[in-house]
């Protein structure tokens, strides 16, 4: 099936559909601005300010580290985000304007995968209605574990839209047989694997897929070629961590994988992700049910389960992650986008106008009760004034600034919370 171009009607039905999503981001925004200590005050993620620390220190002082004058030590996962927050301060935003303009990114990277998301559907289902595709599309601004994640500033938001941008570029590579190599291909690989080592996973389950469904003649040349580009990405990142930081892999890596056996994170791991039970049995049920889509619906379906499953194995096999308590860690957050892409496209059916139109509107339902279902921490925590778990952080924020008024500069400050202090005192942390 050829590429469908995107017609202005498709982007004006778009636009439309994704405004109610629009006003959920803006006004989580503003209500979790507000706190109990004065005017409005944009905040972020504890760790999202360890992250933030690094790309402002890189860009004031020219040393890539926690604070000025500390030891190097790679104390992020996220290189290239950090990069782009150090950019935010580099024009001149500081505080709660610069937790902002990482808040707005995130929001402008929601959008955006909805779009991709939007086009990957358009490009399945070329006879269905827009409105259909778009409102499948907003329900992604609806996922509350994705949304929280990338509002309160970590990488999330921009690693699903790279997700889905991988997936849309195998679709351009395999729709042209003669073609090994794709940028389209390249492009979200290599900025994938520079924001979270991670993605290689998704990298390779990609190549994977790209080999399998090649021609024949072209397979040895498409694992070759991109198996050598991957291989380039991770080991200047690996080599780059170790000439600068003085290890291959993130300290952060090493905290969560020293010192624990295979069957305590394991352990662990599964506990964390009970709550994707539901999500991965609606997924298998999707690529039984794909199995008489067409051929473009088939493949864009079954890559996405298996990245899905993949960092599914991922997360358990490191032992989950952190803060996982009330609602899907952002290994599972960054992959929820693909689900309402894969169920429209799985219940799609071609050979019944009328059984089609009730398998498009039987995914469309489910996504959208996916979507309505993650609001459900975000209810509970608005009827508890703290709609994205901020008020913690704002008290933190706010000792810390009392802080800062009360300690000389040369000051060390022992701290549990690692990225606020660090932020706002300047001082050296212990």
């Not at 929601?110 to 778009?134: D, E, N």
């Not at 380039?232 to 905290?255: A, D, E, I, R, V």
């Not at 609606?282 to 690529?287: C, E, G, K, M, S």
């Amino acid at each position: 099936m050829s590429k469908q171009p995107t017609s202005h009607r498709d982007r004006k039905v778009f636009a439309l559909a994704m405004s109610p999503g629009l006003i959920l981001l803006t006004t989580l925004l503003l209500l979790s601005s507000r706190n109990p200590f004065g005017e409005r005050r944009f905040t972020l993620f504890d760790d999202a300010m360890i992250s933030m620390d690094y790309g402002r220190t890189l860009f004031k002082t020219g040393s890539f580290v926690w604070f000025p004058s500390a030891p190097r030590v790679q104390g992020i996962t996220n290189p290239l985000w950090a990069l782009w927050m150090g950019l935010i301060h580099f024009v001149g935003l500081q505080d709660s304007a610069a937790a902002l303009a990482v808040s707005i990114t995130g929001v402008v990277l929601i959008i955006a995968t909805s779009w991709v998301a939007f086009t990957l559907i358009r490009r399945g289902l070329p006879q269905v209605s827009p409105w259909i595709i778009a409102a499948t599309a907003a329900a992604i601004p609806f996922s509350f574990p994705t949304i929280y994640w990338t509002l309160r500033g970590m990488e999330v938001g921009l690693l699903s839209l790279l997700t889905l941008l991988l997936i849309r570029g195998m679709c351009d590579q395999l729709e042209n047989h003669s073609k090994q190599v794709s940028v389209g291909v390249w492009i979200p690989m290599l900025l994938g694997i520079a924001t979270r080592f991670d993605f290689v996973l998704l990298c390779l389950i990609a190549v994977f897929y790209l080999t399998w469904w090649s021609e024949h003649q072209y397979r040895l040349r498409v694992i070759a070629l991109n198996g050598l580009f991957i291989g380039l990405c991770t080991s200047s990142l690996c080599l780059f961590q170790k000439l600068y930081w003085g290890s291959w892999f993130p300290n952060t890596y090493h905290l969560k994988m020293d010192g624990a056996t295979l069957v305590e994170r394991l352990s662990r791991g599964m506990s964390s992700g009970v709550k994707a039970i539901p999500l991965a049995i609606l997924l298998v049920i999707a690529l039984l049910a794909a199995r008489g889509t067409p051929r473009v619906c088939r493949q864009i379906v079954t890559v996405s389960i298996s990245m899905f499953f993949g960092m599914a194995v991922y997360a358990t096999y490191i032992g989950g992650d952190a803060w996982e308590d009330k609602m899907l860690n952002r290994f599972y957050s960054t992959m929820l986008p693909i689900i309402p892409v894969v169920l429209i496209l799985a219940f799609h059916r071609t050979n019944d106008n009328r059984r089609n139109l009730r398998h498009i509107w039987i995914g469309s339902a489910i996504a959208m009760s996916l979507a309505v279902s993650g609001l459900i921490p975000a209810v509970k925590q608005y009827r508890e004034r703290d709609v994205l778990f901020t008020r913690t952080n704002h008290y933190v924020t706010e000792t810390t600034l009392s802080l800062r008024d009360i300690i000389e500069p040369d000051s060390v400050v022992a701290t549990v919370w690692a990225g606020v202090p660090a932020y706002y005192l300047r001082s050296t942390m212990l």
